[in-house]
């Protein structure tokens, strides 16, 4: 089984989709599809289908999503040719939940998971080269907003939300490592559109203001500056951190030593 989270959804059942078109079917098998390999609770289901004030049928209703779900992969176990695994043994009942087995297919969601772990050890190495690369491959894997086109009730917006804020991270350090790598001008485009989509995430700011002030554009990187703080002061009552006020000193001064990438990392790489 293919599952594709990281933008449009897609399952495939040996090449064949079977991702429903109804929006009720089409949370529960994203649900499932999230957490493939692993049951989900009834009551995870329910929630997500209906909130706190479930229906009384909601149960029988559920198990009505299920058997819609199993006929979907039979179709495709049956398109896709001989050796398609029994729709009971693809999503199958567990105590108290359900489960989508993957088989033996691929996930984009794990890839990335993958990728990105495998970069954060390399940057933790020293090899700033590597991790970009592999950062890079594990953002490319994203097409668009997680589940772009599932309507989300509560469950499946908060793992959206956890996705974008992996996503995040992961291109924190991917931009992080080409700093250290010294793609300061390459950089400039990517960030000024990155700090407009996120106007109070410190990091990327913090990484703006280095690219443009090793590029020589001092007055536009303490611009970027006081765009954040007033954006900060104003909607939270906030003043930016310390690490990002050091950077905004070393702009000032124009030090002799600029200042390293290793600036924004910690608890900006936190921050947003």
């Given at each position: 089984m ?6 449009a959804f897609?399952?495939?059942?040996k ?18 599809a999230?957490?493939?390999d ?5 009551a995870?289901l ?13 149960r029988?209703?559920?198990?009505t ?21 029994p ?40 090899d ?22 599932v309507?989300?009730g ?6 959206t939300?956890?996705?974008e ?8 350090r991917?931009?992080?490592a080409?700093?250290?790598l ?7 485009a ?7 989509r ?15 002030h ?8 303490l611009a ?16 930016p ?10 702009v000032?001064?124009?030090?002799e ?16």
């Open positions: 293919d599952i594709g989270i990281l933008g897609d399952v495939r059942e090449g064949v989709s079977i991702t429903p078109t109804a929006p009720k079917p089409r949370q529960v098998l994203a649900l499932l999230l957490h493939a692993r049951a989900v609770p009834v995870t329910t929630e997500e289908l209906w909130g706190q004030r479930p229906p009384r049928s909601a029988p209703t559920l198990q999503y299920v058997m819609h779900l199993r006929e979907l992969i039979a179709q495709a176990s049956a398109a896709g040719g001989a050796g398609g695994r729709p009971k043994q693809v999503l199958r009942t567990m105590p108290g939940g359900y489960q989508l087995d993957s088989g033996e297919g691929t996930s984009d969601v794990r890839e990335f998971d993958r990728l990105a772990r495998t970069g954060y050890r390399a940057m933790d190495a020293g700033h080269r590597e991790a970009a690369r592999l950062l890079r491959s594990a953002l490319d894997l994203w097409t668009g907003p997680a589940l772009a086109d309507p989300a509560d469950c499946l917006r908060a793992e939300t956890g996705l804020e992996s996503r995040l991270c992961a291109l924190d991917r931009i992080e080409d700093l250290r010294g793609r300061h001008r390459e950089l400039i990517e960030l000024t559109v990155l700090v407009t996120h106007p109070t995430h410190e990091s990327l700011c913090g990484q703006l203001m280095l690219a443009l090793r590029s020589g554009r001092r007055g536009e990187a970027a500056y006081q765009r954040l703080r007033a954006t900060l002061v104003r909607e939270f009552g906030l003043e951190s310390a690490v990002l006020g050091r950077i905004r000193q070393s000032l001064t124009a030090a030593d600029n200042p390293r990438a290793d600036d924004v990392t910690g608890p900006l790489s936190q921050a947003g």
